[in-house]
């Protein structure tokens, strides 16, 4: 079969993805079905040769999912954990206690920014989804209202601020200094934070009512607030009330990956690289293990501390796997769909038809990553690999920039419009229980105001700086 080149693999890029759209909001065929179906198609029409179409999508699904599954899997058990326990009931009193239930949704975009620093998106959003569920219901709020200023928080971490790996790698390529580098990553971000945070929450929340019943919800609510049971007869028992966990031990516990992972970024710092000691806090700092160290020591914080006994804890633990399986599924489908799309060359046209237009260096970056971030999906891919086409570009260009700033601006292009191509979609669709569509008006057009807001900002600094 011939391969395809030139702007018509941009047509076909641009006809799988209306095709994704289509067969999941108008025929409602499963989400996972259909990214398997349409990214196979896509391989066909593009040319790749057919030996490799399919082994192009399980490598992407596979990649996706050596990290999430487990990111998921691990940050579950703990969230249930902390729910069953009452901690995450605890946070959200105590949140709700110092902010207030009128100011719940700026503690949430606060709590996103200090536990999204060191950790990626996925991580960030797992430890802090039990603690927006136990907030909306307390505060009989929408989960929008709460949800979106926590997914704005992670999200310009995630793409503007070092520690987070993404901006740490960007830092490296573009030569920029890291304390400058966070300053004026904090100049920008937390406006544009504030406003597709909060103040986009406030008001979208109007508009779109999400259904009564969250299946993923129930699991992280643990007992109702008056420890009633069901005792498998329809009848209620009540059980006795749980002492709740403090707020210290809470806090601990869900912030000891965060620690453990900001201690891994400074190995390099406390002890010399290639070293026993060094390797072993890099171990430690791995968000696998970390995760997995915060999920046993939960064991004992959130478990037996609290009178569960062995068995009880094991129940926990499979009980709250088998709802996140579709998710996990549909979010590995998304990362071989993106596959094929490099695969196939779709995301080097993109980049081909960025590079023939002479833009300022900060244009440039924003829209090299943005590019990639709609063919790939993934926020990480696109500003990693959008520095290695940006950094000799605009070392060589007439017009020099701040490195500090051209990082910023590859982060921000980095976060634009998530859509069916990015596991983070999917996350937030099936965790939220909106429809397709409600997901673009909601999640898609906050990633948008991020990025169009952080580029803006970004260029105003540059007049100042």
Same mark, same amino acid.
């Given at each position: 079969?011939?391969?395809?080149?030139?702007?018509?693999?941009?047509?076909?890029?641009?006809?799988?993805?209306?095709?994704?759209?289509?067969?999941?909001?108008?025929?409602?065929?499963?989400?996972?079905?259909?990214?398997?179906?349409?990214?196979?198609?896509?391989?066909?029409?593009?040319?790749?040769?057919?030996?490799?179409?399919?082994?192009?999508?399980?490598?992407?699904?596979?990649?996706?999912?050596?990290?999430?599954?487990?990111?998921?899997?691990?940050?579950?058990?703990?969230?249930?954990?902390?729910?069953?326990?009452?901690?995450?009931?605890?946070?959200?009193?105590?949140?709700? @206690?110092?902010? /207030?239930?009128? %100011?719940?949704?700026?503690?949430?975009?606060?709590? *996103?920014?200090?536990?999204? +620093? #060191?950790? &990626?998106?996925?991580?960030?959003?797992?430890?802090?989804?039990?603690?927006?569920?136990?907030?909306?219901?307390?505060?009989?709020?929408?989960?929008?209202?709460?949800?979106?200023?926590?997914?704005?928080?992670?999200?310009?971490?995630?793409?503007?601020?070092?520690?987070?790996?993404?901006?740490?790698?960007?830092?490296?390529?573009?030569?920029?200094?890291?304390?400058?580098?966070?300053?004026?990553?904090?100049?920008?971000?937390?406006?544009?934070?504030?406003?597709?945070?909060?103040?986009?929450?406030?008001?979208?929340?109007?508009?779109?009512?999400?259904?009564?019943?969250?299946?993923?919800?129930?699991?992280?609510?643990?007992? @109702?607030?008056? /420890?009633?049971? %069901?005792?498998?007869?329809?009848?209620?028992?009540? *059980?006795?009330?749980?002492? +709740? #966990?403090? &707020?210290?031990?809470?806090?601990?516990?869900?912030?000891?990956?965060?620690?453990?992972?900001?201690?891994?970024?400074?190995?390099?710092?406390?002890?010399?690289?290639?070293?026993?000691?060094?390797?072993?806090?890099?171990?430690?700092?791995?968000?696998?293990?970390?995760?997995?160290?915060?999920?046993?020591?939960?064991?004992?914080?959130?478990?037996?501390?609290?009178?569960?006994?062995?068995?009880?804890?094991?129940?926990?633990?499979?009980?709250?796997?088998?709802?996140?399986?579709?998710?996990?599924?549909?979010?590995?489908?998304?990362?071989?769909?993106?596959?094929?799309?490099?695969?196939?060359?779709?995301?080097?046209?993109?980049?081909?038809?960025?590079?023939?237009?002479?833009?300022?260096?900060?244009?440039?970056?924003?829209?090299?990553?943005? +590019?990639?971030?709609?063919?790939?999906?993934?926020?990480?891919?696109?500003?990693?690999?959008?520095?290695?086409?940006?950094?000799?570009?605009?070392?060589?260009?007439?017009?020099?920039?701040?490195?500090?700033?051209?990082?910023?601006?590859?982060?921000?292009?980095?976060?634009?419009?998530?859509?069916?191509?990015?596991?983070?979609?999917?996350?937030?669709?099936?965790?939220?229980?909106?429809?397709?569509?409600?997901?673009?008006?909601?999640?898609?057009?906050?990633?948008?105001?991020?990025?169009?807001?952080?580029?803006?900002?970004?260029?105003?600094?540059?007049?100042?700086?």
């Amino acid at each position: 079969m011939e391969a395809v080149h030139g702007s018509m693999l941009l047509v076909f890029a641009a006809i799988a993805i209306a095709l994704l759209i289509l067969l999941i909001t108008r025929y409602k065929v499963y989400p996972f079905l259909v990214l398997i179906i349409v990214s196979l198609l896509l391989g066909l029409a593009s040319g790749m040769p057919i030996g490799t179409i399919v082994k192009s999508f399980e490598t992407g699904n596979g990649n996706t999912l050596g990290h999430i599954a487990i990111v998921v899997g691990l940050g579950t058990m703990l969230g249930k954990m902390m729910a069953e326990s009452g901690g995450a009931e605890r946070i959200a009193t105590t949140l709700i @206690d110092f902010f /207030g239930e009128k %100011n719940i949704h700026w503690a949430m975009m606060i709590v *996103a920014i200090i536990v999204g +620093l #060191p950790v &990626f998106f996925e991580v960030g959003f797992v430890l802090l989804i039990p603690i927006a569920f136990n907030v909306a219901k307390r505060t009989n709020k929408s989960l929008l209202l709460v949800g979106l200023p926590m997914v704005a928080g992670l999200s310009v971490v995630h793409g503007l601020l070092p520690p987070h790996p993404a901006a740490m790698l960007a830092v490296q390529a573009y030569h920029a200094d890291i304390g400058r580098t966070i300053a004026y990553g904090l100049i920008v971000g937390v406006p544009t934070a504030i406003v597709a945070g909060p103040l986009f929450a406030l008001m979208i929340s109007r508009y779109i009512k999400l259904p009564k019943d969250n299946a993923l919800a129930s699991q992280f609510l643990g007992a @109702d607030e008056t /420890g009633a049971a %069901n005792n498998g007869n329809g009848e209620q028992k009540t *059980a006795p009330r749980r002492e +709740l #966990p403090s &707020f210290g031990v809470t806090l601990f516990t869900i912030l000891l990956p965060v620690i453990l992972m900001l201690v891994g970024s400074w190995a390099d710092l406390v002890f010399t690289p290639k070293t026993l000691a060094n390797d072993l806090l890099r171990f430690v700092g791995n968000s696998d293990v970390a995760l997995l160290v915060a999920v046993l020591v939960s064991f004992w914080t959130f478990g037996a501390s609290r009178g569960f006994d062995r068995e009880q804890i094991q129940k926990f633990c499979g009980e709250c796997l088998a709802p996140i399986a579709g998710i996990t599924l549909i979010v590995g489908a998304g990362g071989g769909f993106g596959r094929v799309l490099m695969d196939s060359g779709i995301s080097k046209e993109i980049v081909n038809a960025a590079t023939s237009a002479h833009l300022s260096p900060l244009l440039f970056g924003w829209l090299v990553a943005a +590019l990639i971030r709609l063919a790939t999906g993934s926020a990480t891919v696109a500003m990693t690999t959008a520095c290695g086409i940006v950094a000799p570009i605009a070392a060589a260009g007439a017009v020099q920039v701040k490195p500090e700033l051209l990082v910023l601006a590859t982060g921000s292009g980095s976060l634009i419009f998530s859509h069916v191509n990015d596991g983070g979609f999917w996350l937030i669709k099936e965790y939220f229980g909106m429809t397709v569509g409600q997901t673009f008006k909601t999640w898609s057009l906050l990633e948008t105001i991020i990025s169009l807001m952080g580029l803006g900002l970004t260029f105003a600094l540059a007049t100042v700086v």
